[in-house]
């Protein structure tokens, strides 16, 4: 299952006052892995990924590639090869298609800024006809496709998908499980997946990370850990998957 | 705006900038206030740059502008440097101080970097007519009243014969507007804008969020504080009169009148906004009133400014070539 070890996340606590949004948490992602992680609203599964990409600081370690991340700003987490978005699609309004994907491309690749690279995102993320266009004017798929498009320029290692699924219609689900697989398959990307569809998770994951008030409650194959009663009992239990 | 219409913008006021003096170089009046249209035309447009462009509520502009120009005044007065080369030194002192405000407000949002940078405005005051100034050279309350004037080859200029200096200035206003054009258009401002629109987003796609802030708080307080130089050599005198809250709306007018956030809109609102104050001169203390009226109906009437009026009516142009 999965090749060399990417991403190691040891005994990470992050605490907000009283509040623990994640305790105490330990899990590995493998090189060319599609690893996901679900629980239900609150669980702390959006933080984990605003502490691997240096967004907040944490008590714990995080690595990647055998290299200590813990504390690096996210500058260089990016520069490093780990790529995120955002539950809530950013884009720059200010900024048309072409110039988003250039800011990936040109601050966040280690190899500097391609135009070939830029052009061939575009064309992966099927938004070429589109690079002219101000971002404010792309509709919802358009601009996850656009967040997706300039993570990818950086050309990432690890790419870090916050429910890309949310606020789709079926086809549109359809579309983005398409490109998630493309790009895991066809760049050999690792990719780790926070969703809350869980026939998306079951379909597209190897490993599945289940979170509960920021603790892990379970870990491994889906289908295993989609049956097991604590998964169940905290969070498909409230779902109709 | 793209790069070609911002350049033939820049070309064409400029250009008409240029001969102006065919018209009014006689009326020593109106070159007073020219001087002063470019002067402004600088100092509003490194605020748009640090505030429409990169997104940084700083409040600091005049504080910067007035540093500048005692800097220079006392350095050229005190260390008998010439005042051409003592304005670039006042530029450095102000981007160094300029560096030392942008520290923490790399930690801030919003308001609270406005706080902090108007707090620096506040401070100016008292410390330049306090004791610390009046070691430095700051003349204290009563100023500076005799500040050498510019020279370059052995000509020295004078208030007397503006024309000369009309021309010195508007080479410094037009190598600096080339100055925020190459950077909007570089990586600077994409890194600035994709700050200013996601924080968050731009800093994981690799923008160093504290690279970049204190790149444009040290360009800005280096042309202010140039600009204050200059200013300083041309009038002749200084006080912390000019640290009121007339200059510091003033440039606000020109932002709002420009377009915030549109180069060069801040060069036109310049030049609009200082010629109608003076027309506006005969209505006496109605005259405040009558440019607040102005802003206020402005604002409603062009949220973005004369430069997005621009905008809107080419957009409107292509859009119905293109039907």
New interface residues.
């Given amino acids: 299952m999965g090749g060399e070890q990417m991403l190691r996340v040891t005994n990470v606590t992050k605490k907000f006052g009283a509040l623990t949004a994640v305790n105490n948490l330990s899990f590995e992602v493998r090189q060319g892995q599609v690893f996901g992680i679900a629980g239900p609203n609150g669980a702390g599964k959006s933080t984990v990924y605003n502490l691997i ?1 240096g ?1 907040y600081d944490f008590k714990g370690t995080i690595s990647f590639k055998d290299q200590d991340i813990s504390g690096l ?3 260089r ?3 490093l090869g780990i ?2 978005t ?1 539950q809530i699609p ?6 048309t298609v072409e ?2 994907i ?3 491309s ?4 280690r190899k500097g800024f391609d135009q070939n690279h830029v052009d061939q995102v575009l064309t992966f993320v099927n938004l070429s006809d589109m690079r002219g266009a101000p971002t404010g004017s792309l509709n919802l798929l358009q601009k996850k496709m656009l ?1 997706i498009g ?2 990818l ?2 050309r990432p290692e690890i790419l870090m998908l916050d429910e890309p699924m949310a606020g789709s219609n079926a086809k549109e689900i359809i579309q983005l499980m398409d490109l998630i697989r493309r790009i895991n398959q066809d760049l050999g990307i690792t990719i780790i997946l926070i969703e809350h569809f869980m026939k998306v998770l079951t379909e597209l994951t190897e490993t599945l990370l289940i979170l509960e008030t920021g603790t892990e409650i379970c870990c491994g194959d889906p289908q295993k850990v989609t049956s097991d009663p604590r998964v169940i009992e905290c969070y498909l239990g409230d779902c109709d998957d | 705006m793209d790069h070609k219409r911002i350049t033939f913008l820049l070309a064409l006021i400029w250009t008409i900038v240029a001969v102006l003096p065919l018209f009014f170089g006689g009326t020593n009046f109106i070159m007073h206030i020219l001087i002063m249209c470019l002067i402004w035309s600088v100092v509003a447009s490194c605020w748009d740059l640090i505030m429409g462009f990169a997104g940084i509520f700083s409040f600091g502009q005049v504080a910067f502008f007035v540093m500048g120009a005692y800097a220079s005044a006392i350095i050229s007065a005190q260390f008998s440097i010439p005042p051409i080369f003592a304005v670039f030194v006042a530029g450095g002192i102000t981007a160094a101080i300029g560096i030392l405000v942008g520290l923490p407000c790399l930690k801030l949002k919003g308001a609270y970097i406005a706080l902090v940078t108007f707090a620096v405005h506040m401070i100016l005051e008292p410390v330049l007519k306090g004791d610390i100034g009046r070691a430095m050279g700051t003349g204290g309350s009563r100023g500076l009243l005799t500040i050498e004037p510019m020279h370059i080859f052995g000509y020295t200029f004078t208030t007397a014969s503006p024309v000369p200096y009309f021309y010195l200035m508007l080479l410094v206003a037009v190598l600096c507007s080339v100055i925020i054009l190459v950077v909007i258009k570089s990586h600077w401002g994409t890194a600035f804008l994709a700050l200013k629109d996601s924080q968050e987003f731009a800093t994981c796609l690799g923008v160093s969020a504290f690279k970049y802030k204190l790149r444009v708080f040290a360009l800005t307080s280096f042309l202010t504080g140039m600009m204050g130089g200059f200013y300083a050599h041309y009038v002749g005198m200084l006080s912390t009169r000019m640290l009121g809250i007339d200059l510091f709306v003033t440039l606000m007018v020109i932002l709002v009148i420009g377009g915030v956030g549109k180069f060069p809109g801040a060069i036109i609102g310049a030049f609009i906004t200082i010629a109608v104050n003076e027309l506006l001169s005969p209505l006496g203390p109605y005259r405040p009133i009558t440019m607040g009226a102005m802003v206020v109906i402005l604002v409603l009437v062009l949220p973005d400014g004369i430069v997005g009026l621009f905008e809107r009516l080419f957009s409107k142009k292509q859009h119905g070539m293109t039907h």
């Fill in positions: 990409t967004l700003p996210p500058h987490i990016a520069k790529a995120r955002f950013q884009t720059f309004p200010s900024l110039k988003s250039e800011v990936g040109y601050f966040g690749s967040m300039a993570a320029a950086t």
